[in-house]
């Protein structure tokens, strides 16, 4: 069954700078809410259950995938994530609209369920730059850097099945281009 639902997906390489980008659209678009996923990543530090992840054991996120609690999951960079429907329930009963932050393959999969979700891919200005943004963040293993910009190269080849391709130059002048496009696809 097509769903109703109001709901926008955002993807792009990890390290763009996705995670600033959502913070300022939800301080600015009181209407947007943020659906957290469910990943079996280790916590950063300083990262809160509930808040950015709900951080899943292996047996938890089996035990959830066996519930059909999930819309979609997928394996990124060796771990397990996905958008529940729980999430998006919650949101929609706040007459909010949910935003999902999630992989390309996961974008792909919610299209099925959501046809008319907006979707909106935001690039590095090159993969250079989203290398040294990686590491500036000091969260990733050389090896994981490594890992993500690969997954990086596979991703921006999947922007054709986006509705807006952003290119985040800046945070605050990218945050401000997605809010105009939110604005005017949902006549907020
Ligand atoms: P990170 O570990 O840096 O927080 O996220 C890694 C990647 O996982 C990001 O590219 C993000 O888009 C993706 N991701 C986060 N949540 C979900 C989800 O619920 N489903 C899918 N398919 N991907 C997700």
Redesign the pocket.
């Known amino acids: 069954m097509k769903n109703k639902k109001k709901l926008i997906v955002i993807?792009?390489?990890?390290g763009v700078g996705?995670g600033a980008i959502i913070k300022s659209l939800l301080n600015n678009v009181k209407t947007l809410g943020l659906a957290v996923?469910?990943?079996t990543?280790p916590q950063r530090a300083g990262e809160l259950d509930g808040n950015?992840?709900y951080f899943y054991s292996q047996a938890n996120f089996d035990e959830a995938v066996k519930n059909g609690a999930f819309i979609?999951?997928?394996h990124?960079?060796g771990?397990r994530?996905?958008?529940l429907k729980a999430e998006i329930d919650r949101l929609n009963n706040l007459s909010k609209i949910g935003l999902?932050?999630?992989?390309t393959?996961?974008?792909n999969?919610i299209k099925q369920s959501f046809p008319e979700a907006l979707r909106i891919f935001i690039a590095p200005p090159t993969l250079a730059i989203l290398e040294e943004r990686l590491k500036k963040r000091k969260t990733e293993s050389w090896e994981e850097i490594e890992k993500r910009v690969n997954h990086a190269k596979v991703?921006l080849n999947e922007i054709e099945h986006y509705d807006y391709v952003i290119i985040n130059d800046t945070i605050l002048d990218s945050s401000k281009e997605i809010e105009k496009i939110i604005k005017k696809s949902f006549n907020l």
Request: hydrophobic share 20%; aromatic share 10%; proline share 3%.
């Open positions: 993807s792009g390489p990890s996705k996923s469910a990943t990543r950015d992840y979609e999951w997928c990124v960079h771990n994530y996905g958008t999902v932050e999630i992989d393959e996961g974008a999969k991703e």
